[in-house]
């Protein structure tokens, strides 16, 4: 096993939330703190303000959502910080799933008016599944919104962990001043900047400073921390990584108020990279040889170049740029002579990489979503479940001279994980049907097709909602039966697509004796 010199503590982490709560402004107002960039751009490019990096599909800059996700790496206090970006919306729930399979912890954004939201509860239910830490940030405080200690019920309540403040708001939603730090007493106030672009200065003082300074805003924070004192609901590190509790920051992205404090509390906090459990039930050590997890694969990041980037978390060991790695899935060997950093459309050649750290790897035609990649000793991380489609639709080919480049663009569209592709005898080569959890994964397809491939394409929604596995030899039976079709995935899973959960429930009540499994969250 190689080492090397840069000894550096690593903190990997993916910021959740439902879509509009400030994700895309979070990663930037991170970026900025950590000064890997010199300004803020609002995700919409709204006013004079740039659009945000990471963000490089058109139709992410027209609608100013995030589909595909990027690593965004920086150093801060001495710590290497790998921030790894997530879709928001709802519709590509399934890729965000597949970058927390990369991540030590999360940052859940909630948005100070309106609570916990149905996409936040989603996120956080596969944290919880994966055991993934949770910190909790309470933004757009400098907007009007709920009241603090209402907004702790409810993430009580709605998600079963236990908030434990570090910070308690000075001001109520919409007059916010600055924070009181629960752990040392002390006042963070902030000044606003100009739309926020750059960052907000901060200022430290001491309680009796405070009260000189804000008066009875200080006296009711004061309250409001003895009051969640006397509730126990104190941090204690144990619980936070046990997933039992989390730790809450109040701030405003767009403002850049209480930025620093993620930062130093991830830092502080969170975990760094530990073991990884592999299909056998072994653990791989951090310091064992080289291997690292395929959780993303991304094409057409370039229009002059076809390329293909599959984007790894280092599990143990260290990369070299160059090294020859062995493909766990064909035993064959994998050159890494092209490593890179990527960030929206910027990159940066990587020459070496530790544990928690993302690795773009291109041209990686061989590798696959959930792939093991590893030198020395060999190892096998167990592969990322796929959520269970609830739309589908059939595509075809407009101009029949396309029909390569069609098949082309699909395998690669299927291969990314960019939408679950389904066939079958009856409806042959010419028109497969496409399976999605939510239907802009269409749209996005579409487009693909078209602007990647010139394959433009035509979709047809089916009247299927329900998708269920089933066993080899009772798919004909299935498949026989009135409104039902069967399918298969590109993985040879065998899918039933049903056309509501009435027709399913009365299929399974008439035929106790099928054995139809369901695809929740990605966990069977």
């Known amino acids: 096993m190689s080492t090397h010199s840069d000894s550096r503590p690593r903190r990997t982490f993916a910021v959740i939330s439902h879509p509009d709560a400030g994700k895309s402004t979070l990663t930037e107002a ?12 609002a995700v919409h490019g709204k006013g004079h303000r740039k659009a945000t990096v990471s963000d490089w599909m058109d139709m992410e ?3 100013g959502i995030s589909i595909t996700s990027a690593a965004l790496q920086f150093e801060y206090e001495g710590h290497v910080v790998n921030l790894v970006d997530t879709p928001g919306h709802a519709d590509f729930s399934e890729d965000t799933y597949r970058v927390l399979s990369a991540v030590d912890s999360a940052v859940m954004l909630v948005d100070a008016a309106k609570g916990l939201e149905p996409q936040t509860l989603k996120l956080f239910q596969v944290c919880a599944h994966r055991g993934i830490p949770v910190v909790t940030v309470i933004n757009k405080w400098d907007r009007p919104g709920l009241d603090p200690f209402g907004l702790m019920d409810s993430i009580q309540q709605q998600i079963g962990l236990r908030p434990t403040p570090l910070t308690w708001p000075v001001g109520e939603a919409g007059d916010f001043r600055g924070v009181l730090d629960r752990r040392s007493g002390d006042y963070i106030a902030y000044t606003r900047t100009a739309g926020g672009a750059t960052k907000a200065p901060e200022k430290r003082m001491d309680a009796g400073a405070a009260r000189e300074s804000v008066g009875g805003l200080w006296d009711e924070a004061e309250e ?3 009051l969640l004192s006397l509730d126990g609901a104190d941090h204690d590190q144990e619980t936070f990584l046990a997933g039992r509790t989390t730790p809450v920051l109040f701030g405003s992205a767009l403002q850049n108020f209480g930025v620093a404090q993620i930062l130093d509390i991830l830092l502080d906090l969170a975990p760094p990279p530990g073991p990884t459990p592999a299909v056998d039930g072994s653990v791989r ?23 293909r980037l599959a984007y790894a978390r280092v599990c143990s060991g260290v990369f070299e740029r160059g090294m020859v790695a062995t493909h766990a899935a064909t035993g064959r060997p994998f050159t890494t002579k092209y490593a890179q950093a990527v960030f929206g459309r910027e990159r940066a050649s990587v020459e070496i990489a530790l544990p928690g750290d993302i690795i773009g790897l291109v041209n990686a035609h061989a590798l696959r979503v959930g792939d093991t ?8 991380y167990p592969p990322i479940a796929s959520f269970a489609p609830e739309h589908f639709a059939t595509v075809a080919v407009t101009d029949t001279g396309r029909w390569k480049q069609f098949r082309k663009g699909m395998e690669q569209l299927d291969q990314e994980g960019v939408i679950q592709v389904l066939r079958s005898e009856l409806r042959g080569e010419h028109a497969p049907v496409l399976a999605a959890v ?3 994964q269409f749209e996005v397809v579409q487009a693909r097709l078209e602007s990647e491939y010139q394959a433009p394409v035509r979709l047809e929604n089916l009247h299927y909602q329900m998708a269920r596995r089933v066993e080899p030899e009772q798919a004909d039976e299935v498949g026989a ?12 899973t065998l899918l039933a697509l049903f056309p509501d959960k009435w027709r399913l429930q009365a299929i399974e009540r008439l035929n106790p004796h099928l054995r139809l499994h369901s695809l929740v969250a990605g966990v069977e």
């Open 30 to 41: 991170l970026a900025l703190h950590a000064e890997v960039i010199g300004e803020a751009g």
């Open 373 to 380: 990649i590893h030198a020395g000793r060999s190892v096998t």
């Open 285 to 307: 050590e951090v310091d064992d040889d080289f291997s690292a997890f395929v959780f993303k694969v991304q094409s057409g990041m370039n229009a002059a170049h076809r390329d």
């Open 224 to 226: 409001g921390h003895e």
């Open 61 to 63: 800059k027209a609608r």
């Open 438 to 440: 939510g239907p802009m």
């Open 481 to 492: 039966l009135r409104d039902v079709e069967v399918m298969t995935r590109t993985d040879g």
